[in-house]
């Protein structure tokens, strides 16, 4: 799980107390959410919904803890529901270089030409998945990360009534603390789509 507490003021309003959770960690602890709603008044859990937990092959998603996660939280009396669709680093082990027809270009390039290998800079993080972040100027990158948004939006539709108005809230992002996802200067813009899509911005200054 994250340990991280969002707080949404809104006018004339209370504050609202949204805890975020990583979907498996939620899956295997439920009695989690009854703590943080008796012992620390939350309003709502952010569920992370991470492309690389789910997507077991380019044609399949296992949407299993997906929605044991929203369901556990649907339950739960006056728990609003929020969902971040992470997409960027901790890709799928089958988003890789020479699979599906991914390139070098792809993926993050160093200024040395060198596919940016993020478990350098973070050995904490997963391995094998955020290995090689993808280059979001790469429109093949994108479109895998767009199918798999597309299809967390069209599961997310056949859900009940009353658990689809709980949810609050769906944003796609790069990760949870996107800020900390592309921290490297080393990797940030050397691919040929990233040069390309520079060049036609400077031109058309």
């Not at 077991?56 to 728990?79: M, Q």
């Not at 529901?81 to 993050?108: C, H, N």
């Amino acid at each position: 799980m994250f340990g991280v507490i969002f707080i949404y003021p809104q006018s004339n309003k209370p504050f609202k107390v949204v805890f975020v959770a990583n979907t498996i960690y939620l899956c295997n602890h439920e009695d989690w959410i009854d703590k943080v709603k008796s012992n620390w008044g939350a309003t709502g859990i952010c569920i992370n919904i991470n492309w690389g937990d789910f997507s077991v092959s380019p044609n399949h998603i296992d949407f299993t803890n997906i929605d044991k996660a929203i369901n556990s939280v649907s339950r739960r009396k006056d728990l609003d529901i929020y969902i971040r669709v992470s997409m960027g680093a901790f890709k799928p082990e089958w988003v890789k270089p020479g699979s599906e027809g991914l390139k070098t270009e792809d993926f993050q390039i160093t200024k040395t030409k060198e596919l940016y290998d993020h478990y350098k800079y973070n050995k904490e993080t997963d391995s094998v998945r955020a290995k090689h972040p993808l280059n979001l100027a790469s429109q093949l990158s994108l479109s895998y990360m767009l199918n798999f948004y597309s299809a967390v939006l069209n599961h997310l539709s056949n859900f009940s009534d009353s658990t689809k108005l709980k949810i609050k809230e769906i944003v796609p992002t790069i990760s949870p603390d996107g800020e900390m996802e592309y921290p490297n200067e080393e990797m940030c813009g050397y691919s040929p789509p990233e040069n390309d899509k520079f060049i036609s911005y400077l031109l058309s200054k």
